[in-house]
């Protein structure tokens, strides 16, 4: 997967051009985790969207396997932020089966591999709530089941845990490095939080402020097996992840000023 | 033995949630009417404000001669009809609206003008077309319903998360299948709430419309009533609208519970 020279311009309402990306240039291998790091307002969302294929850039390319990314496809699979993208009609295990039975998976099938993957996001018993029901955590969990079980080549999340207490984030970090250990999907996962992105990533890439971000540097985590947050080699990459961003964040805040 | 034991708890707390419902509706009306009777009788004491036993006593007269139920049976079947074809048109054409702009910018010229002229404006029209007949009764309520479930329904279109969209796009569905399993079960709410609401304004246009151009119908004892000075025959029609209202509504709450209750977020 790789950006070439990627560019976004979005135009407001008032028909004022505001190029969020320029001249964006990223590569990430097959099998990797790779996170996003960058302050408010950088663009992460807008390259996760050119990637995911719900818009198109301006200029430059986007290629996966070599071939340029034209619109959205189940091989790109998508965990979004809120809870907005679940389906309030259906159940847990509907919504997880979604994908399959669009694909028209006969049914017995789909419902077996959707519990398959309930179980393996940690809601065994809870297929046959609705969304309304679970808390923000398992709603979640219900997204990545939803991806997984539509098995896609590459997994992009938009800060999946953002909205949730800082316990359940660190327990979601945990068991989603599980799942990717298990499945070695290739994973694009965008934060605004170093500490997630250090506990998480192999590789992070570090954006600068926008307008015309781009990737500033790109730092090789090298922590093999579980990360503990008060090791000195985790603070290590955590100090030099931050001072990498450090100018970033303070670029952004003034310019929000 | 088995007599002697107490209900189980869950049982008890059902039986008092049933209570605290109707036991409060009962009460509500029961106040209702007691001021009414207040009114009636001390504060106005005219015969051209009846107190409430005089007109439940006039209405089961009417009732049991028939002469209600005619009339209450034209009235309602007038609005049933009227209001399934409005919302059986009103739904996809709102859909519609709401998915494809072109079609939106088409159509809006004629919801947003039709809709600021009421339908009672409407009847002198409906009248002159149909006559007297059913035809034109159930054009109004057909006109009447229709503006509302498609305004609703258009909105709705318009209110779904975008997240919701990409979600299934990414996940490989189709456009059609976007449509069908994602725009229009997310859809289901607002219809009913369009429906729901042209549901009331039918009762309003039914009435008018028969005050003005009817053989038969609560509008058309209430005229009659007005023609003959038949106050307690007034107060009859009324009551019944009253009462058949909110049975209707409270029916379509009821049904949007057991049948739509997991559409709606609030459930």
Same mark, same amino acid.
């Given at each position: 997967?790789?950006?070439?020279?990627?560019?976004?311009?979005?135009?407001?309402?008032?028909?004022?051009?505001?190029?969020?990306?320029?001249?964006?240039?990223?590569?990430?291998?097959?099998?990797?985790?790779?996170?996003?790091?960058?302050?408010?307002?950088?663009?992460?969302?807008?390259?996760?969207?050119?990637?995911?294929?719900?818009?198109?850039?301006?200029?430059?390319?986007?290629?996966?396997?070599?071939?340029?990314?034209?619109?959205?496809?189940?091989?790109?699979?998508?965990?979004?932020?809120?809870?907005?993208?679940?389906?309030?009609?259906?159940?847990?295990?509907?919504?997880?089966?979604?994908?399959?039975?669009?694909?028209?998976?006969?049914?017995?099938?789909?419902?077996?591999?959707?519990?398959?993957?309930?179980?393996?996001?940690?809601?065994?018993?809870?297929?046959?709530?609705?969304?309304?029901?679970?808390?923000?955590?398992?709603?979640?969990?219900?997204?990545?089941?939803?991806?997984?079980?539509?098995?896609?080549?590459?997994?992009?999340?938009?800060?999946?845990?953002?909205?949730?207490?800082?316990?359940?984030?660190?327990?979601?970090?945990?068991?989603?490095?599980?799942?990717?250990?298990?499945?070695?999907?290739?994973?694009?996962?965008?934060?605004?939080?170093?500490?997630?992105?250090?506990?998480?990533?192999?590789?992070?890439?570090?954006?600068?402020?926008?307008?015309?971000?781009?990737?500033?540097?790109?730092?090789?985590?090298?922590?093999?097996?579980?990360?503990?947050?008060?090791?000195?080699?985790?603070?290590?990459?955590?100090?030099?992840?931050?001072?990498?961003?450090?100018?970033?964040?303070?670029?952004?805040?003034?310019?929000?000023? | 033995?088995?007599?002697?034991?107490?209900?189980?708890?869950?049982?008890?707390?059902?039986?008092?949630?049933?209570?605290?419902?109707?036991?409060?509706?009962?009460?509500?009306?029961?106040?209702?009417?007691?001021?009414?009777?207040?009114?009636?009788?001390?504060?106005?004491?005219?015969?051209?404000?009846?107190?409430?036993?005089?007109?439940?006593?006039?209405?089961?007269?009417?009732?049991?001669?028939?002469? *209600?139920?005619?009339? &209450?049976? =034209?009235?309602?079947?007038? #609005? !049933?009809? /009227?209001?399934?074809?409005?919302? +059986?048109?009103?739904?996809?054409?709102?859909?519609?609206?709401?998915?494809?702009?072109?079609?939106?910018?088409?159509?809006?010229?004629?919801?947003?003008?039709?809709?600021?002229?009421?339908?009672?404006?409407?009847?002198?029209?409906?009248?002159?077309?149909?006559?007297?007949?059913?035809?034109?009764?159930?054009?109004?309520?057909?006109?009447?319903?229709?503006?509302?479930?498609?305004?609703?329904?258009?909105?709705?279109?318009?209110?779904?998360?975008?997240?919701?969209?990409?979600?299934?796009?990414?996940?490989?569905?189709?456009?059609?299948?976007?449509? *069908?399993?994602?725009? &229009?079960? =997310?859809?289901?709410?607002? #219809? !009913?709430? /369009?429906?729901?609401?042209?549901? +009331?304004?039918?009762?309003?246009?039914?009435?008018?419309?028969?005050?003005?151009?009817?053989?038969?119908?609560?509008?058309?004892?209430?005229?009659?009533?007005?023609?003959?000075?038949?106050?307690?025959?007034?107060?009859?029609?009324?009551?019944?609208?009253?009462?058949?209202?909110?049975?209707?509504?409270?029916?379509?709450?009821?049904?949007?519970?057991?049948?739509?209750?997991?559409?709606?977020?609030?459930?």
């Amino acid at each position: 997967m790789s950006f070439r020279d990627v560019e976004k311009t979005y135009r407001s309402l008032q028909g004022v051009d505001y190029t969020a990306v320029e001249h964006f240039s990223l590569d990430i291998e097959a099998g990797e985790f790779f996170c996003l790091l960058g302050p408010s307002g950088c663009g992460k969302t807008t390259v996760l969207k050119l990637l995911a294929g719900f818009e198109a850039p301006t200029a430059g390319q986007i290629l996966m396997d070599g071939r340029p990314v034209t619109g959205a496809s189940r091989d790109r699979a998508v965990v979004f932020q809120g809870d907005d993208s679940l389906y309030g009609w259906l159940t847990a295990v509907e919504n997880v089966e979604f994908g399959l039975r669009m694909r028209r998976v006969p049914r017995s099938e789909r419902r077996e591999r959707a519990l398959r993957q309930l179980d393996l996001v940690g809601l065994t018993g809870q297929a046959q709530k609705y969304p309304a029901e679970l808390s923000g955590g398992m709603k979640q969990r219900i997204q990545i089941a939803r991806v997984l079980a539509n098995e896609p080549t590459m997994l992009l999340m938009d800060e999946p845990f953002a909205a949730l207490d800082a316990q359940t984030r660190a327990l979601m970090q945990e068991e989603l490095a599980g799942i990717w250990r298990a499945t070695r999907t290739t994973v694009l996962f965008i934060t605004h939080d170093i500490d997630e992105a250090v506990t998480l990533g192999q590789r992070i890439g570090v954006m600068r402020a926008g307008p015309a971000a781009q990737v500033k540097g790109v730092i090789e985590v090298t922590l093999n097996g579980a990360r503990s947050r008060t090791d000195d080699v985790f603070l290590k990459y955590y100090r030099r992840v931050h001072d990498m961003i450090r100018d970033e964040v303070a670029a952004a805040a003034g310019r929000g000023r | 033995m088995t007599r002697s034991r107490p209900p189980p708890a869950g049982g008890d707390k059902r039986v008092r949630r049933v209570w605290s419902v109707y036991g409060g509706y009962a009460l509500g009306f029961v106040s209702l009417f007691v001021i009414w009777h207040l009114a009636a009788v001390y504060f106005v004491g005219s015969v051209l404000f009846p107190p409430p036993v005089i007109v439940f006593r006039k209405g089961w007269v009417l009732a049991r001669t028939g002469v *209600l139920w005619e009339h &209450l049976s =034209a009235s309602l079947q007038r #609005i !049933l009809a /009227g209001f399934l074809v409005g919302s +059986a048109l009103g739904m996809p054409i709102g859909l519609a609206m709401g998915s494809f702009r072109p079609v939106r910018r088409l159509l809006e010229p004629y919801t947003e003008f039709l809709r600021f002229i009421p339908s009672v404006a409407m009847i002198t029209v409906a009248v002159i077309w149909f006559g007297i007949g059913e035809a034109s009764k159930i054009f109004l309520i057909v006109y009447t319903t229709i503006f509302i479930v498609i305004i609703n329904t258009a909105a709705g279109v318009s209110a779904i998360a975008p997240d919701k969209i990409r979600a299934a796009q990414s996940l490989g569905a189709s456009r059609a299948q976007i449509f *069908l399993h994602v725009a &229009l079960p =997310a859809t289901v709410p607002y #219809i !009913l709430t /369009g429906m729901r609401l042209a549901m +009331a304004n039918s009762f309003t246009t039914i009435v008018a419309a028969e005050l003005i151009a009817a053989n038969d119908g609560l509008g058309k004892l209430l005229w009659d009533g007005r023609m003959f000075m038949l106050v307690d025959d007034i107060f009859v029609s009324l009551v019944t609208l009253g009462l058949l209202g909110f049975s209707v509504d409270r029916l379509f709450r009821w049904s949007i519970y057991v049948f739509a209750g997991k559409y709606s977020p609030a459930t």
